[in-house]
Nanobody, 113 residues
Framework: QVQLVESGGGLVQAGGSLRLSCTAS????????MGWYRQAPGKQREWVAS?????RYVDSVQGRFTISVDNAKNTMYLQMNALKAEDTAVYYC?????????WGQGTQVTVSL
């Protein structure tokens, strides 16, 4: 079973940047559509970005976030720029559509004003 491990979160001021990583125990990115999801306090988990035949983004991050994959490293990235307080959440990676088997611990992103 593939394991996905998210990392790269932290505390950043509004307007700052972070790069999240999602490392897989074996290559999964070249054969599956993959995505980033997030769950803010008191809210349901939402899809943020996906990559496969094309890249797609939720409207709220379009133009600020960039999703990419390095198959040689079995790693998917989410470059987040111009961060806003409303981006504060736990970020997860998973397949698109998500599989219950692949939810990991996530990585916390906190954006301060």
């Amino acid at each position: 079973q593939v394991q996905l491990v998210e990392s790269g979160g932290g505390l950043v001021q509004a307007g700052g940047s972070l790069r999240l990583s999602c490392t897989a125990s074996r290559n999964i990115f070249s054969t599956n559509g993959m995505g980033w999801y997030r769950q803010a306090p008191g809210k349901q988990r939402e899809w943020v970005a996906s990559i496969g035949d094309s890249t797609r983004y939720v409207d709220s991050v379009q133009g600020r976030f960039t999703i990419s994959v390095d198959n040689a490293k079995n790693t998917m990235y989410l470059q987040m720029n111009a961060l806003k307080a409303e981006d504060t959440a736990v970020y997860y990676c998973n397949r698109v559509p998500p599989s219950p088997r692949y939810w990991g611990q996530g990585t916390q992103v906190t954006v301060s004003l």
